[in-house]
């Protein structure tokens, strides 16, 4: 089983900065991509960036230049660094990793973390 844990929401001020951070754990023996999606009250979940294990990343418009994502493989977390918050950034995050193969299991599969609260007002 493998089970993702996000941690570093909370409520910041707009143009402030937050830093989130997700660890998988399990008997993982690797993690294709690992990435940041988020949910507003009444819309979709949407992306917001992702990276591969070679450290290649993509990230919502939105998001370009306040956002950045980082990686650690041997420990299997990924990290959201977010400056210059905006109310619109409001939403719960949640992290996601992506064909996940775990030792003694058949096939990959992906997993999500429970999501944490990001909150950006004055």
């Known amino acids: 089983q493998v089970q993702l844990v996000e941690s570093g929401g909370g409520l910041v001020h707009p143009g402030g900065s937050l830093s989130l951070s997700c660890a998988a754990s399990g008997s993982i023996f690797s993690i294709s991509v690992m990435g940041w999606y988020r949910q507003a009250p009444g819309k979709e979940?949407?992306?917001?960036?992702?990276?591969?294990?070679?450290?290649?990343?993509?990230?919502?418009?939105?998001?370009?230049?306040?956002?950045?994502?980082?990686?650690?493989?041997?420990?299997?977390?990924?990290?959201l660094q977010m400056n210059n918050l905006k109310p619109g950034d409001t939403a719960v995050y949640y992290c996601k990793a992506e064909t996940v193969i775990v030792r003694g299991h058949v096939g990959a599969h992906d997993y999500w973390g429970q999501g944490t609260q990001v909150t950006v007002s004055s």
């Open 45 to 79: 979940r949407d992306l917001v960036a992702r990276i591969t294990g070679l450290g290649s990343t993509n990230y919502a418009d939105s998001v370009k230049g306040r956002f950045t994502i980082s990686r650690d493989n041997a420990k299997n977390t990924v990290n």
